[in-house]
């Protein structure tokens, strides 16, 4: 069974930083694109970041580029969101989901946690 | 960026009625659209990928269609348990981008 289970949200000032994680089993991590995805409470859902699979190619959401990095660790099936700078519109829940195919980032979610609540408030 | 639009924001129809929610991209994205279900405080669930295919586990009662810029999703006989937030999602290039949504109730 496939789970996905995000860590580190809670509530930062803003300019400061967090680190979430989402912790993955029941399937191959190494061999599916992953991605973050958020949703501001009361609002829709918004694309954060997506990387690949096999050679760790990073995709970004204008609204989070250069202050947010995506990243993986194959060996203990992790995905990684470091989110600095953070502004009061960053405050989501933060959902970690798995590309539905075994390719490069596809962007077809089948899989997603539970997610992780992030404030940024003064 | 491709935008994604959806309509209507939000409908009410009888239980068994059939409904219709149409998306439209600013651009042909070829059948690179998904549609997801999500229920208050609980995390999206994907229902169709590329337009028209029905994930596994899910209900025949949804199905979709389209291609290019117009997209829809139809529910053949509404269910109680089908209130729920509706959103498309374009799959073409990133940034991967979704409708606003479609809230639906019953009547």
């Known amino acids: 069974e496939v789970q996905l289970l995000e860590s580190g949200g809670g509530f930062v000032h803003p300019g400061g930083s967090l680190r979430l994680s989402c912790a993955a089993s029941?399937?191959?991590?190494?061999?599916?694109?992953m991605s973050w995805v958020r949703q501001a409470p009361g609002k829709g859902l918004e694309w954060v970041a997506s990387?690949?699979?096999?050679?760790?190619?990073?995709f970004y959401a204008d609204s989070v580029k250069g202050r947010f990095s995506i990243s993986r660790d194959n060996s203990k099936n992790t995905l990684y969101l470091q989110m600095n700078s953070l502004r009061a519109a960053d405050t989501a829940v933060y959902y970690c989901?798995?590309?539905?195919?075994?390719?490069?980032?596809?962007?077809?979610?089948?899989?997603w946690g539970q997610g992780t609540l992030v404030t940024v408030s003064s | 960026d491709i935008q994604v639009t959806q309509s209507p924001s939000s409908l009410s129809a009888s239980v068994g009625d059939r409904i219709t929610i149409t998306c439209r991209a600013s651009?042909?994205?070829?059948?690179?659209l998904n549609w997801y279900q999500q229920k208050p405080g609980k995390a999206p669930k994907l229902l169709i990928y590329?337009?028209?295919s029905l994930q596994s586990g899910v209900p025949s009662r949804f199905s979709g269609s389209g291609s290019g810029t117009d997209f829809t999703l139809s529910i053949s006989s509404l269910q109680p348990e089908d209130i729920s937030a509706y959103y498309c999602?374009?799959?073409?290039?990133?940034?991967?981008?979704f409708g606003p949504g479609t809230k639906v109730d019953i009547k």
């Open positions: 989901a798995k590309d539905r195919v075994v390719r490069g980032v596809m962007g077809a979610f089948d899989y």
């Open positions: 029941g399937f191959t991590f190494t061999n599916y694109a």
């Open positions: 990387i690949s699979g096999g050679d760790g190619n990073t």
């Open positions: 651009q042909s994205i070829s059948s690179y």
């Open positions: 590329a337009a028209s």
């Open positions: 999602q374009q799959s073409y290039s990133t940034p991967f981008t």
